[in-house]
């Protein structure tokens, strides 16, 4: 899979950007209200699996630190979208400010557009009003957030990006990338290694165990990592980039400054991303946002290992000081930790679980074997005369419910791509198929091939209306 682009929606306050993004997702993602400044903190979805679009907060006057932090964060997603919204309120004049958002967007040399919200009110101004601030007449649209007029146009400019468009755009790729046995991206030698997780987590100590040198600052602030430091290794013949990103905070906790713009970097290093490592700390393991976390790299389709840090602090820990257990007989703090990491997050089963240190080193360098492992799981191509056994024990061992009248009836399964493995099932009234069957469909297929740290998808081509 190409990564996704990352479009950023970007202008002052109550244009309407957080009404264009629920346009887009069909849904209410972004908080919607008429008061202005409503959205602080950015908001982002995954479109169609076509790109991701990002809701900026609304530029406003700098009346203390806090808006300021806003107009960071505006400038930060200029610096690390691949394309660039700038949203306006048809019905009134553009202002300096707006112009001088739409002169820094057009700055950063990136494809940008200039979206005319609110086509639908009665005092929209003409197109005209607008050309002064430099946008190409093209690459302009008028839209209704409110009524949808203008949004499939709008859709249609930013798939028609050309490099940025990505492979997948809702369906499966095509079975030439199988065939070619090469991922759709071009497949390079080199293995792109990001490493995630929450501020103070122990991600730059670890990156800099695994670039053995001292790359990233280290501190036990929070919020000390800003952009992605990169470093590259080779390990047995193999080039591997690491990537160290910004940690995220849940959103109603992040404080004023570096932490208000990390969401974006650390997005596009998932998305730039092979293979990740969700940084867990072995102080702190029961934490909602590293599941949250996980769950964006699956999405993404990446592979996945979870790396749980500052395991010496284990050693002399009492378990019932981390998991208010009784503390067993011949049970550790580390092994109550694997069992709580495979409670919370029992959606990935899949994914391997590794203790490191990095005031020890201990396990440092078996994060390389792993990533070798993941990326050669995430490159596996299954022969369709298997995938149809294991379908064919799928539907004998547990027949899909369907309705009064219908069933659904699975008829042949086959792979279309790598990278992560995806799977194309192919049949009679699929839209039946309910979710638990589809993961026991899924788990019949890891039996036989473990796809270890990889997530794999489907898609369902059904005979019938």
């Given amino acids: 899979m190409k990564r996704l682009p990352i479009i950023a929606l970007i202008g002052q306050t109550n244009a309407g950007k957080s009404s264009i993004l629920n346009r887009f997702a069909h849904k209410n993602i972004a908080i919607v209200a008429r008061e202005e400044g409503t959205t602080r903190d950015n908001v982002m979805a995954t479109i169609d699996d076509s790109f991701i679009l990002v809701d900026t907060a609304g530029l406003k006057d700098p009346t203390d630190d806090f808006e300021a932090s806003i107009q960071d964060q505006i400038a930060d997603a200029i610096d690390s979208a691949d394309a660039i919204l700038v949203v306006l309120d048809s019905s009134k004049y553009f202002d300096h400010k707006d112009a001088k958002i739409a002169k820094d967007a057009l700055r950063s040399k990136k494809p940008v557009y200039l979206v005319l919200n609110k086509c639908d009110l009665a005092e929209s101004l003409p197109i005209t009003e607008f050309r002064a601030l430099g946008v190409d007449p093209k690459n302009t649209f008028y839209i209704s957030a409110t009524t949808g007029n203008g949004i499939r146009e709008l859709e249609a400019a930013i798939l028609g990006l050309g490099s ?277 469909l899924e788990r019949k297929i890891r039996e036989k091939y473990p796809l270890i740290g990889t997530p794999i998808k489907f898609s369902y081509r059904s005979d019938d209306k």
């Fill in 164 to 440: 940025l468009a990505p492979v997948v755009t809702g369906l499966a790729p095509s079975s030439s990338a199988v065939a070619s046995g090469r991922s759709q991206n071009g497949a390079s030698n080199s293995l792109k290694l990001a490493l995630i997780g929450r501020p103070n987590v122990g991600k730059s100590s670890l990156f800099n165990a695994l670039g053995k040198k001292q790359q990233a600052i280290v501190s036990s602030r929070q919020g000390t990592t800003r952009d992605i430091n990169r470093v590259a290794v080779r390990y047995k013949g193999r080039e591997i980039e690491i990537l160290d990103t910004a940690g995220l905070r849940r959103p109603g906790k992040r404080e004023v400054g570096i932490e208000k713009f990390s969401a974006i970097r650390t997005l596009a290093a998932i998305e730039e991303a092979d293979v990740c490592c969700l940084l867990v700390d072995s102080t702190e393991p029961h934490v909602k946002l590293d599941q949250t976390l996980a769950g964006q790299i699956v999405e993404s389709g990446k592979g996945i290992m979870m790396v749980v840090t500052k395991s010496d602090l284990l050693e002399n820990a009492e378990p019932t000081n981390y998991f208010g257990e009784e503390n067993i007989k011949n049970r550790t703090a580390a092994d109550f930790l694997l069992d709580a990491l495979e409670r919370d997050f029992d959606f990935l089963p899949y994914a391997p679980v590794i203790l490191t240190s990095s005031e020890t080193g201990a396990n440092v360098t078996q994060i390389f074997e792993l990533a070798l492992e993941i990326d050669k799981a995430r490159h596996t191509e299954i022969p369709t005369s298997e995938l149809n056994k294991i379908l064919a024990e799928a539907v004998t061992d547990h027949i899909p419910a369907g309705l009064k009248n219908t069933r659904p009836k699975p008829k042949y399964l086959v792979q279309t791509d790598t990278c992560p493995p995806w799977f194309v099932l192919h049949g009679h009234s699929l839209g039946l198929l309910h979710w638990s069957w589809k993961r026991f």
